[in-house]
């Protein structure tokens, strides 16, 4: 064989064949068949279509745009193709067979001659449409020159031994009956022109169906605060003026330590008349004793006297002891809770007023406010995040300890109910930090979950 003679066609036939048989994927095949055709016959344009798909794949082109007026009309141009070529092999095409509405447009598109190549026993599963029916299918070439009936010929070949290689990488496996479903899905979503908008607003709608059903925790957020689990709380143990503190605000303490004490002026000073009076009382009876000896009349006046006398002695030790307690000490050792000082000092308190807290660093719990618009129900020990704004990326987890029954009037003016939780593990941040705390319930539908809010509020404005 002359080694610069062109290469016989059979040959450059076998060379395709064995790409084809080696192509791994669908791109690759449609690569081939659009770009690497013009080794059998010369041609400008060429396009792979589907009448499923439409326009699948052109030459030296990377994607397709479907929506492009060239894509547009060589779909067209092919539904015409097969629609008159149902049977049948490789054929030459003139604008002179096509429809009027069709071949006016050749010369703007497309080379003087075309050549239809039609793709008979692909199946459905290929070209991703639904059934096991063959489609409609072809390879459509376009060039500056006719195909020559031994061109026709080797393109048919061509054609079927492509077409095998096609079906074998769409192959399903033999275990699995869905294995098409995907892409029969694909083929009902690409179909037709005419109906491919109402499919794609069913899939729309059931896509959303789908996800207004996906169940999640029903959620609501309210402000929380880190406080003392069992505090002991000081209050004022007479009536009187604070004169001053011992201690500031978040001191550590000791059991038995002094925290405030009261104005002294009128304690010492109710003390002093009430020691005046007793000593009185004792010297009346001591004088009264004397004139017994002289008197017998006045043995009378000596039982009056002597209860006088423990009269002035009770009113002398209760004194005392308010003198004992206006100095107010620690009940137990922790951190003092109380507002600022200077708020305390010269404000007169009643007897029983709550003055501080005393609580032990380590013994805190999470306390958050549910407006009863956000009232949600929630199970025994369910979960609850609290978000610090000192620290919103660290949320401190806990477990409900209570919820109350009734609602609490706020210092706002709302009402809310009030939320008790334990904590999960011991915490280093200190009592009365403050944030948002996230309350879950039970599961419920993602729909109800966004319309929860607006559906209470319909519902209260319907009622009225």
Not at 264 to 273: E, H, K, Y
Not at 429 to 450: C, D, F, H, N
Request: hydrophobic share 45%; aromatic share 6%.
């Amino acid at each position: 064989m002359n080694p610069g003679a062109p290469a016989h066609p059979l040959l450059k036939l076998l060379e395709l064949a064995q790409r084809a048989r080696a192509a791994a994927s669908d791109n690759e095949l449609a690569f081939l068949a659009v770009n690497d055709t013009r080794v059998l016959t010369p041609y400008r344009q060429a396009a792979l279509w589907f009448g499923t798909a439409g326009v699948h794949t052109l030459s030296g082109v990377v994607s397709v745009e479907a929506n492009a007026p060239y894509a547009q009309w060589i779909d067209q141009l092919c539904r015409t193709l097969a629609a008159q070529r149902e049977t049948g092999g490789a054929l030459a095409v003139e604008p002179a067979q096509l429809p009027r509405d069709v071949g006016a447009a050749w010369s703007e598109w497309l080379p003087a001659f075309a050549t239809w190549v039609p793709l008979r026993s692909l199946h459905r599963h290929a070209a991703g449409q639904a059934g096991g029916a063959a489609q409609r299918a072809g390879l459509l070439l376009a060039g500056d020159a006719p195909s020559s009936p031994e061109q026709l010929a080797v393109l048919d070949e061509w054609m079927d031994i492509w077409q095998h290689a096609w079906r074998a990488t769409h192959r399903r496996s033999a275990w699995s009956s869905m294995g098409g479903l995907p892409a029969r899905l694909h083929g009902w979503w690409q179909g037709g022109a005419r109906g491919q908008r109402w499919r794609r607003g069913v899939g729309a709608g059931l896509l959303l169906l789908a996800a207004a059903c996906v169940p999640v925790r029903l959620t609501v957020l309210a402000p929380g605060e880190l406080v003392p689990a069992n505090p002991t709380t000081v209050r004022a143990p007479l009536d009187g003026v604070i004169a001053d503190f011992a201690v500031r605000p978040n001191q550590v303490v000791a059991a038995g330590a002094a925290l405030f004490s009261f104005d002294q002026a009128p304690i010492d000073s109710r003390l002093t008349v009430a020691r005046e009076a007793l000593g009185t009382a004792e010297a009346e009876y001591r004088q009264a004793a004397q004139m017994v000896l002289n008197d017998p009349r006045a043995k009378t006046q000596l039982a009056t006297l002597l209860g006088k006398i423990e009269e002035k002695k009770a009113q002398s030790g209760f004194l005392e002891g308010q003198a004992q307690r206006s100095r107010v000490l620690a009940p137990q050792a922790g951190i003092v809770l109380f507002d600022d000082p200077s708020e305390w000092i010269g404000r007169p308190v009643q007897t029983g007023e709550r003055i501080m807290q005393v609580a032990s660093p380590t013994d805190v719990e999470i306390e958050a406010w549910v407006p009863i618009g956000d009232a949600i129900p929630l199970a025994d020990k369910a979960p609850l995040n609290l978000y610090l704004a000192a620290s919103p990326l660290s949320p401190v987890s806990g477990t409900l300890r209570y919820m109350s029954h009734r609602a609490t009037a706020r210092p706002d003016g709302s009402y809310a109910y009030r939320v008790r939780a334990t904590l999960d593990s011991p915490l280093d941040q200190r009592i009365g930090l403050k944030g948002t705390a996230k309350l879950s319930g039970e599961r419920v539908p993602l729909i109800y979950w966004m319309l929860r809010r607006p559906l209470a509020s319909i519902r209260q404005f319907l009622a009225m």
